[in-house]
């Protein structure tokens, strides 16, 4: 049983639009705080967005408007609506459980100019 999987990511045109998915087994998200981080080629992973257990989010400033860091708990599933992408928005995008430091195998973003 793999705890995190994300699904979602591919190509679009600057200006577009995405989605991803991260399901989560063996424990449920809203317990947790989650994370997505994204690493673009040749560069460090950095962190995106982040939602608490009670439902807080909090953004980097250079996502801010456009992606939104949702939750289902219903299907144990954390989400990243990504408007309004960027070139430099290309990235391999990853969920992480934070509090136990369990990452996803992440998931390929790339927006064309």
């Known amino acids: 049983q793999v705890p995190l999987v994300e699904s979602g990511g591919g190509l679009v045109q600057s200006g577009g639009s995405l989605s991803l998915t991260c399901a989560g087994s063996?424990?449920?998200?809203?317990?947790?705080?989650m994370t997505w981080h994204r690493q673009a080629p040749g560069k460090a992973r950095e962190w995106v967005a982040t939602?608490?257990?009670?439902?807080?989010?909090f953004y980097t400033d250079s996502v801010k408007g456009r992606f939104t860091i949702s939750r289902d708990d219903a299907a144990n599933t954390l989400y990243l609506q990504m408007n309004r992408l960027k070139p430099e928005d290309t990235a391999v995008y990853y969920c992480?459980?934070?509090?136990?430091?369990?990452w996803g195998q992440g998931t390929q973003v790339t927006v064309s100019s």
């Open positions: 992480q459980n934070f509090d136990t430091a369990t």
């Open positions: 063996g424990f449920l998200l809203s317990d947790a705080i």
């Open positions: 939602m608490a257990p009670g439902g807080a989010t």
